[in-house]
């Protein structure tokens, strides 16, 4: 390992499905992620943004080691993801999924559920793990005398505390959360992406943040990603993306953001408004350019190339060598 190198980091990362209506019926490619390249620095929040169907989750999986990518190659601390022996690969990266209670066994205790990593990676003896699962219950904010409660008898917020605190057992570096709060309740979800920080501060985590709620990936990350269609579009910091959007996809996600303050209204349906493209059969060119109001010809005609724009990424023909040559 090359402590060195980026913690994680993709390079030309692609995965495609092959996907059918029937047994009769020729099967078509489905890309869900599509030639993307990043790279994720240790004890930073990177957060991955888009609509739905754009390859958030697709991503986060292969970045889990439970999609081996169709093309392209992951690196952990400079060496392939690929080379890495599946147990190694999960006692240092750690899923937090969306829905709490259906990750959950819910035949299972939470001191069955929470030891189970320790289980499986043979960690400790009977009583050290029964130790580590009341140390990581107190952790993250769980009383002891829920010890051997049941998923069904607890809730949500509590539930996606005994996930996190499962993930955590085997004491990884890298948690990748997805949607970690858009099952719980308002009220509840400030607490866990509290919970969150605190953990990251204190156990020096790295986190790879799935989200389409905006408001928390302002809140929680370092840089942030966007995505569109399975491609990378723009990626840069959390201040250059929500202070100064470039991509005219990541200003569009932007507008269309419903703001608590009652002098700003509802936000306009424009770009966003449009239908989303099919993904067995996106548009020529730039996949962005029937809903893009910026569009040109070349749009419909040549996938742009990635450029970088002071720092930045962004994969649009407004930035990059053809427009300084233009």
Same mark, same amino acid.
């Given at each position: 390992?090359?402590?060195?190198?980026?913690?994680?980091?993709?390079?030309?990362?692609?995965?495609?499905?092959?996907?059918?209506?029937? &047994?009769?019926v020729?099967?078509?490619?489905? /890309?869900?992620v599509?030639?993307?390249?990043?790279?994720?620095? /240790?004890?930073?929040?990177?957060?991955?943004?888009?609509?739905?169907?754009?390859?958030?989750?697709?991503?986060?999986?292969?970045?889990?080691?439970?999609? %081996?990518?169709?093309?392209?190659?992951?690196?952990?601390?400079?060496?392939?993801?690929?080379?890495?022996? $599946?147990?190694?690969?999960?006692?240092?990266?750690q899923?937090?999924?969306?829905?709490?209670?259906?990750?959950?066994?819910?035949?299972?205790?939470?001191?069955?559920?929470?030891?189970? &990593?320790?289980?499986?990676?043979?960690?400790?003896?009977?009583?050290?793990?029964?130790?580590?699962?009341e140390e990581?219950?107190?952790?993250?904010?769980?009383?002891?005398?829920?010890?051997?409660?049941?998923?069904?008898?607890?809730?949500?917020?509590?539930?996606? $505390?005994?996930?996190?605190? $499962?993930?955590?057992?085997?004491? %990884?570096?890298?948690?990748?959360?997805?949607?970690?709060t858009?099952?719980?309740?308002?009220?509840?979800?400030?607490?866990?992406?509290?919970?969150?920080q605190?953990? /990251?501060?204190?156990?020096?985590?790295?986190?790879?943040?799935?989200s389409?709620?905006?408001?928390?990936?302002?809140?929680?990350?370092? $840089?942030?990603?966007?995505?569109?269609?399975?491609r990378?579009?723009?990626?840069?910091?959390?201040?250059?993306?929500?202070?100064d959007?470039?991509?005219?996809?990541?200003?569009? !996600?932007?507008?269309?953001?419903?703001?608590?303050? +009652?002098?700003?209204?509802? &936000?306009?349906?424009?770009?966003?408004?449009?239908?989303? +493209?099919?993904?067995?059969n %996106?548009?020529?060119?730039?996949?962005?350019? &029937?809903?893009?109001?910026?569009?040109?010809d070349?749009?419909?005609?040549?996938?742009?190339?990635?450029?970088?724009?002071?720092?930045?990424?962004?994969?649009?023909? !407004?930035?990059?060598?053809?427009?300084?040559?233009?």
């Amino acid at each position: 390992m090359n402590a060195d190198a980026p913690v994680l980091e993709c390079r030309d990362v692609s995965r495609t499905f092959m996907i059918g209506k029937g &047994p009769f019926v020729q099967k078509k490619p489905l /890309r869900a992620v599509q030639d993307v390249s990043l790279s994720i620095e /240790r004890g930073e929040v990177l957060a991955v943004v888009g609509e739905s169907g754009c390859g958030k989750t697709t991503l986060a999986k292969m970045l889990l080691g439970l999609l %081996p990518p169709s093309g392209g190659e992951i690196f952990f601390e400079g060496v392939p993801l690929s080379s890495v022996d $599946r147990n190694a690969v999960s006692r240092r990266i750690q899923p937090v999924f969306q829905d709490p209670y259906s990750s959950l066994n819910p035949r299972k205790t939470l001191a069955s559920i929470i030891s189970l &990593p320790l289980d499986v990676h043979k960690i400790g003896t009977p009583e050290e793990r029964k130790r580590r699962v009341e140390e990581i219950m107190e952790l993250v904010g769980l009383p002891r005398r829920l010890l051997y409660s049941y998923p069904s008898q607890l809730s949500g917020g509590q539930r996606q $505390r005994v996930a996190i605190a $499962r993930a955590l057992a085997i004491k %990884p570096e890298i948690l990748v959360c997805d949607e970690p709060t858009s099952a719980l309740d308002v009220s509840v979800q400030a607490q866990i992406l509290n919970l969150l920080q605190e953990l /990251r501060e204190e156990l020096n985590l790295t986190y790879v943040f799935i989200s389409h709620n905006l408001a928390v990936v302002e809140h929680m990350s370092s $840089r942030v990603a966007v995505m569109y269609l399975g491609r990378l579009i723009e990626f840069g910091t959390a201040a250059q993306v929500f202070d100064d959007p470039k991509h005219p996809y990541t200003s569009a !996600l932007l507008d269309s953001v419903l703001t608590p303050e +009652p002098q700003y209204g509802l &936000p306009e349906i424009t770009t966003m408004g449009r239908e989303f +493209p099919n993904p067995l059969n %996106p548009p020529p060119g730039c996949a962005f350019h &029937p809903r893009c109001p910026k569009a040109m010809d070349v749009c419909s005609q040549a996938q742009p190339q990635p450029a970088d724009e002071n720092g930045r990424l962004l994969e649009c023909h !407004l930035y990059g060598e053809e427009t300084a040559a233009a």
